[in-house]
């Protein structure tokens, strides 16, 4: 049971830190996925006030660069460009990813392209939600 929740896991964050920034990086490989995981974990902590489910789990999070200097740059997006914490919502993902142990600065980048969608979520939200 362990491993299949192991590999889920890995299955999740190996699109948000592309093997080419993994190969790239002068990081150990350990403190990499360390940073990465943790990252994870503190990303979530925060949630979409009108939804019970956090941001991560949402599929809000696209991208998490981690540069040599520990500096961390995150692109995400909203469930809807018109969401009224857009203008809060990058301020939580920064202080949340800022928790983590090593991380010198984090950057937040808002997009919109690819908007998102429902089919985002993984199936934990899903389940949470009742959508399964």
Known sequence: MDDQIE??????TS???SDEAK????LPEEELERLT???ITALKTVYDPE???????LGLIYRID???????????TLTAPGCPVAGEMPGWVQSAALTVPGVRDVKVDLVFDPMWEP????????LELGWM
């Open 15 to 17: 699109g948000l830190v």
């Open 23 to 26: 190969a790239a990086s002068a």
């Open 119 to 126: 089919s985002r979520m993984s199936d934990e939200a899903k």
């Open 37 to 39: 995981s943790d990252i």
């Open 7 to 12: 590999s889920i896991q890995e299955e999740k």
């Open 51 to 57: 939804i019970p489910v956090d941001i991560y789990e």
């Open 66 to 76: 981690i540069s040599d200097d520990r500096d961390i740059d995150i692109e995400m």
